[in-house]
């Protein structure tokens, strides 16, 4: 029986003793017995203390021991786990159990009467993930799954945003995270808003999904304010997932980051009310810009963090690329460290060295500047359409520039205001198109080589 079994085992068993479902904690528990672990090393895993992980396990043992009818703890779990044979995984019929060839019905099974009223709808969450993408491959990311999962189940934050610039991994650092903790919620939803849906839309979708799962709540025609409650109830009553991508197409283009175009406006009260109103969801946005009031609730509301994506560790860039079967390997840091380890840019220059170099990263590097392959250009094109005659001002003096600048030196050699210098900066910034590094007292500006090369491109073909 894999872990799998086990934990599905251990769910049901769980459920008809409780009505409830494991918790994220409760996993860990059993989980880490399996593996071996103390509650020591699950303590530290799950950012719990020592006691509160031996309470929760002391509660499982006598639940299982219980229904098992036999004396389980966390040094005989594996052994007795492994002559369990469970014929029927369904939390609507947890079915019968054998250990050492003694059948044990459950309670429910005998008298064919729950004994505790179960949600309504499967034991399996709710999943709406259509237009979810699939992945092709996931690399390295294992800290920031850990500050994510730490955000939810121990913090549990309302609000998560998850920022970086465009190919970074957010959707796939996102889906891969699902599916590890889907079945910790009633309601998994994702949603993108590639299309710029009006609110209105948004919570009408998200309500009618709610209500085809609810025959005794359906859904009422509401004006917008009515609807945000609604859906606030729903929050409320169970325990939602909830990911809205690709956020930046709600705001404004050819204005600064994060500007809300004017009838979308309510976006902003829908998110703020998700921050402060007290409910069991959490929501999860993705934007390559960060929008202006998210700072605010962070500042407000540490359990609502901010996670800025950069680019891959060097041992999982390495991984990507030998996906792509390149070859010298002592050329790759050099690869990765000029597309700047961004998994999605490093995926499309694989695929023009493996089809125009056969393969050889070094004969691709042989030219002084960076090769921007077309679909990259296209990918960096949908952002800089979106900037403002500020900021793009600002890329060109920073391209021209051979070293980082500080922002006296850009100033001094800006022909627009100073508030204007600031405000654009900022908000190339809040893009990810401008870096900044801190060097003792002084912040230095600069852009990575692929944004040098495109805007210098892009420069040449006015």
Same mark, same amino acid.
């Given at each position: 029986?894999?872990?799998?079994?086990? /934990?599905? /085992?251990?769910?049901?068993?769980?459920?008809?003793?409780?009505?409830?479902?494991?918790?994220? /904690?409760?996993?860990?528990?059993?989980?880490?017995?399996? @593996?071996?672990?103390?509650?020591?090393?699950?303590?530290?895993?799950?950012?719990?203390? !020592?006691?509160?992980?031996?309470?929760?396990?002391?509660?499982?043992?006598?639940?299982?021991?219980?229904?098992?009818?036999?004396?389980?703890?966390?040094?005989?779990?594996?052994?007795?786990?492994?002559?369990? !044979?469970?014929?029927?995984?369904?939390?609507?019929?947890?079915?019968?159990?054998?250990?050492?060839?003694?059948?044990?019905?459950?309670?429910?099974?005998?008298?064919? $009467?729950?004994?505790?009223?179960?949600?309504?709808?499967?034991?399996?969450?709710?999943?709406?993930?259509?237009?979810?993408?699939?992945?092709?491959?996931?690399?390295?990311?294992?800290?920031?799954?850990?500050?994510?999962?730490?955000?939810?189940?121990?913090?549990?934050?309302?609000?998560?945003?998850?920022?970086?610039?465009?190919?970074?991994?957010?959707?796939?650092?996102?889906?891969?995270?699902?599916?590890?903790?889907?079945?910790?919620?009633?309601?998994?939803?994702?949603?993108?808003?590639?299309?710029?849906?009006?609110?209105?839309?948004?919570?009408?979708?998200?309500?009618?999904?709610?209500?085809?799962?609810?025959?005794?709540?359906?859904? @009422?025609?509401?004006?917008?304010?009515?609807?945000?409650?609604?859906?606030?109830?729903?929050?409320?009553?169970?325990?939602?997932?909830?990911?809205?991508?690709?956020?930046?197409?709600?705001?404004?283009?050819?204005?600064?980051?994060?500007?809300?175009?004017? &009838?979308?406006?309510?976006?902003?009260?829908?998110?703020?009310?998700?921050?402060?109103?007290?409910?069991?969801?959490?929501?999860?946005?993705?934007?390559?810009?960060?929008?202006?009031?998210?700072?605010?609730?962070? $500042?407000?509301?540490?359990?609502?963090?901010?996670?800025?994506?950069?680019?891959?560790?060097?041992?999982?860039?390495?991984? *990507?690329?030998?996906?792509?079967?390149?070859?010298?390997?002592?050329?790759?840091?050099?690869?990765?460290?000029?597309?700047?380890?961004?998994?999605?840019?490093?995926?499309?220059?694989?695929?023009?060295?493996?089809?125009?170099?056969?393969?050889?990263?070094?004969?691709?590097?042989?030219?002084?500047?960076?090769?921007?392959?077309?679909?990259?250009?296209? *990918?960096?094109?949908?952002?800089?359409?979106?900037?403002?005659?500020? &900021?793009?001002?600002?890329?060109?003096?920073?391209?021209?520039?051979?070293?980082?600048?500080?922002?006296?030196? *850009?100033?001094?050699?800006?022909?627009?205001?100073?508030?204007?210098?600031?405000?654009?900066?900022?908000? *190339?910034?809040?893009?990810?198109?401008?870096?900044?590094? &801190?060097?003792?007292?002084?912040?230095?500006? /600069?852009?990575?080589?692929?944004?040098?090369?495109?805007?210098?491109?892009?420069?040449?073909?006015?």
């Amino acid at each position: 029986m894999d872990i799998n079994e086990v /934990l599905k /085992l251990a769910d049901s068993l769980i459920f008809m003793k409780t009505g409830k479902h494991l918790d994220h /904690l409760q996993e860990a528990v059993l989980r880490g017995t399996v @593996e071996g672990k103390t509650y020591t090393e699950i303590a530290a895993e799950t950012y719990q203390s !020592e006691g509160h992980v031996r309470n929760t396990g002391s509660e499982l043992w006598q639940i299982l021991s219980k229904e098992l009818r036999q004396e389980i703890n966390k040094s005989n779990f594996r052994s007795i786990i492994k002559k369990v !044979e469970f014929n029927d995984f369904s939390a609507e019929n947890v079915g019968h159990v054998t250990v050492n060839n003694v059948n044990f019905c459950s309670e429910a099974t005998q008298t064919n $009467k729950p004994r505790y009223k179960k949600k309504k709808g499967r034991s399996q969450p709710y999943q709406y993930l259509g237009e979810i993408p699939e992945i092709s491959g996931f690399y390295g990311r294992q800290e920031e799954l850990k500050i994510l999962e730490n955000s939810i189940f121990n913090k549990n934050s309302r609000l998560i945003t998850i920022l970086g610039a465009r190919g970074i991994g957010k959707t796939t650092l996102i889906v891969q995270l699902l599916q590890q903790i889907k079945p910790q919620f009633d309601y998994i939803i994702y949603r993108s808003l590639c299309f710029s849906p009006p609110p209105e839309v948004t919570l009408r979708t998200l309500l009618e999904f709610f209500s085809k799962s609810n025959v005794a709540n359906p859904l @009422e025609a509401n004006p917008l304010e009515n609807q945000i409650f609604q859906l606030l109830d729903y929050l409320r009553k169970y325990r939602c997932l909830i990911v809205f991508d690709d956020l930046q197409k709600l705001f404004s283009s050819q204005k600064l980051a994060g500007d809300y175009q004017p &009838e979308l406006e309510s976006y902003q009260r829908l998110f703020k009310l998700i921050s402060e109103v007290n409910h069991n969801s959490c929501f999860l946005l993705i934007s390559s810009e960060k929008p202006r009031e998210v700072a605010a609730y962070q $500042k407000k509301d540490k359990d609502d963090p901010i996670l800025v994506l950069r680019g891959l560790q060097i041992g999982a860039a390495e991984a *990507l690329l030998k996906e792509y079967q390149l070859t010298d390997e002592e050329s790759w840091k050099t690869l990765i460290d000029t597309y700047n380890a961004n998994p999605m840019w490093l995926k499309l220059t694989a695929t023009v060295i493996q089809e125009l170099c056969g393969g050889r990263v070094a004969e691709f590097l042989q030219f002084e500047t960076p090769v921007i392959p077309e679909a990259l250009a296209d *990918l960096l094109n949908d952002s800089f359409k979106r900037l403002t005659d500020s &900021e793009k001002a600002i890329l060109d003096r920073l391209t021209e520039e051979e070293k980082p600048v500080t922002l006296g030196h *850009l100033c001094k050699h800006m022909s627009i205001s100073l508030t204007d210098v600031f405000n654009a900066l900022h908000s *190339l910034k809040s893009r990810f198109l401008v870096e900044a590094i &801190e060097d003792e007292k002084k912040t230095f500006f /600069l852009v990575n080589q692929v944004i040098r090369e495109y805007t210098t491109r892009s420069r040449s073909h006015l």
